[in-house]
């Protein structure tokens, strides 16, 4: 089993690197820890970077999850090819630019580009806000899927990912004690489908509702509460249409041994406890 | 009596409105706003929010008949308001019983600020042994307090004074006044006119204001203003519109005032002294930094 520690970083592709990092620092609000060789490094919390832009096409995306050690590492590359996965041992310099010891890449059933890295770097300052979203931190990635029960089986039975909550057969997945570190959607092709960021409290939520209005950032869904892990969330369009969520309250689950993933219909509801609707945003459909 | 041993009013207890057209503000109170409709009585219609028999209700009648219920302690305590009123200046008289029987009280005092506002010192409102019971789930615990437009502060400030309410912050000259713990029940906004601004009630949480937004926004029905949250008092509030110009709020979360006393914060009259999230009015001055 691939035992997932943490979801790290995302890296995302962009024609307009100035864009991308106009909107990263004026709306989003994350940091500027670095602008290397045509690629930006943001940072959200204590780590070196959680976000990383680089020059390129917007289809070129990962996410990187932190595995224990080394060993972990090769023990999961072993693990993949014996299932037919293309495994690609980073190189030195691959490491170097996504600021880890090591890592390996290949590709999710849906066909989602994956790294599972060892040992991702740590800032000794603590983070900085370019703008006073309050944010506390990169938390969970929302990832398409061309077939949800297939990959909740890739996710749950190679990796460690435990199922917290299912909205119709989509499921919210954990890798720690958070409600859910993977959100899988339904979509017809691999992508990221949305990436979030913690904020302090509910209060800045709103006010980032109304800052980002006010800005004409497109809002594609909320301000909202999600009935599954309580969380209140916003949702935003960012460069090359990623969008961004910001949330705060998300549950943990607190008994692993016992808790049961519950199951909610396929609704509107089960998406929203206050009645926002998406507006610009696909959600994941039903069938 | 001695005025150190409790105080002389005790929370805001109705508001009686005046409606041009009665059954529409009925549904509105009922159906969109989510009050319990209880009674009719000599075409006033009337509606609960929380432990008491009535909080709301509405009449056919002149706008200038509205009026806002101030509960107070007990019957000497209202022997001393209307001693007090009086030596200040201020136009009271006693109610009938027809008067306190329309108001569901034992006795009042009716009584006009600077501005022109009726405010209503009642003794003894009626209760309900029945709890709340709601038309819809719009999470309403409680009438919670007032927003009053003033047209001479100095003055109204002055009659809210020998209630005994004192003046929490001011935000321009927007004055927040408390009566009990809370940072305040009554706040009074320099306005070219008298009347009720806004009639407020708490509901048990965010959730709460969030799901009434999204219910109005379904029915295409105006929000004021919100949600937001006011800095001064950390209250949230959704202002919505109501019968007559008059808004009905949901909020939620004001701060207490702790035992030791603090003098009033002044706040500029700035968006960001009115609402921290950003939410503006753009429609009612009073509630706007644009005016004062």
């Given at each position: ?141 929302g ?21 917290s909550d299912r909205i119709g057969d989509i499921p919210l ?6 409600h859910h570190?993977?959100a899988?959607v339904r ?15 509910s209060?800045?939520v ?14 594609v869904f909320g301000p909202g509460r999600h009935p599954t892990s309580g969380a209140r969330f916003l949702y ?9 969520e910001?949330s705060?309250g998300v549950d ?9 993933p519950r199951q909610f219909g396929f609704e509107p509801s089960s998406f929203c406890m206050w009645g926002s609707k998406p507006a610009?945003m696909a959600l994941p459909s039903g069938k | ?33 989510g ?101 819809r789930d719009a999470g ?63 509901v048990e949480t965010l959730d709460n204001i969030m799901q009434n937004i999204y219910f109005r926004q379904e029915r ?7 949600p ?65």
């Open positions: 089993m691939i035992n997932l520690k943490d979801v790290s970083y995302v890296r995302l592709g962009t024609p307009d690197m100035e864009s991308a990092e106009t909107f990263a620092t004026s709306c989003l609000g994350l940091q500027v820890a670095e602008r290397g060789n045509k690629a930006l490094y943001l940072r959200s919390d204590d780590r070196s970077h959680t976000l990383c832009y680089t020059e390129g096409n917007p289809a070129d995306q990962a996410v990187g999850f932190e595995v224990e050690d080394d060993d972990s590492l090769q023990q999961a590359a072993a693990t993949l090819e014996r299932l037919g996965h293309h495994v690609q041992a980073g190189s030195a310099e691959d490491a170097a630019r996504r600021r880890v010891r090591a890592f390996i890449g290949f590709k999710d059933p849906s066909g989602n580009h994956i790294e599972l890295v060892v040992r991702p770097e740590r800032s000794g300052r603590r983070y900085f806000a370019s703008r006073d979203a309050g944010i506390t931190g990169f938390s969970h990635i990832l398409n899927s061309t077939d949800p029960a297939r990959d909740e089986r890739f996710w749950t039975q190679v990796c460690n990912a435990r199922v997945m954990r890798v720690n004690s958070i570190t993977i899988l979509a017809p092709q691999a992508g990221i489908q949305h990436v979030n960021h913690q904020v302090q409290t209060d800045d709103l006010r980032s509702f109304y800052f980002l209005s006010e800005r004409r950032v497109p809002i935003f369009k960012g460069p090359d249409g990623m969008v961004f910001y705060v943990e689950v607190e008994d692993e041994a016992t808790h049961r610009g | 009596m001695n005025p150190q041993s409790h105080p002389l009013v005790v929370s805001v207890c109705y508001v009686r409105l005046s409606a041009t057209e009665l059954h529409a503000s009925a549904r509105f109170a009922a159906d969109i706003f009050l319990q409709r209880v009674a009719e009585n000599n075409g006033e219609i009337a509606f609960r929010s929380d432990h008491r028999f009535r909080t709301v209700s509405f009449s056919n009648g002149p706008n200038d008949n509205s009026s806002i219920g101030i509960e107070v302690w007990d019957e000497p305590a209202l022997d001393e308001i209307e001693r007090r009123l009086r030596e200040s200046g201020f136009a009271t008289s006693r109610a009938s019983p027809e008067d306190c029987q329309l108001r569901y009280v034992q006795a009042a005092l009716l009584a006009i600020d600077g501005s022109g506002n009726r405010i209503d010192l009642v003794v003894r409102p009626r209760q309900s042994g029945r709890r709340y019971f709601p038309s309403i615990t409680q009438l919670h307090g007032v927003g009053m437009r003033s047209t001479d502060l100095g003055r109204d400030l002055k009659f809210w004074k020998e209630l005994g309410a004192e003046v929490s912050d001011w935000v321009g000259d927007i004055t927040y006044l408390r009566i009990d713990g809370l940072h305040h029940r009554i706040a009074l906004y320099p306005a070219r006119r008298h009347g009720l601004l806004y009639a407020a009630f708490e295409q029905i105006r929000i004021v203003q919100g937001g949250r006011e800095p001064c008092s950390k209250q949230i509030f959704l202002h919505v519109e109501g019968p007559d110009g008059v808004i009905f709020s949901y909020v939620n979360g004001m701060s207490e005032i702790g035992p030791v006393r603090r003098p009033a914060r002044q706040f500029p009259r700035m968006p960001e002294s009115l609402c921290d999230w950003g939410s503006e009015s753009k429609d009612v001055p009073e509630l706007s930094a644009g005016v004062s």
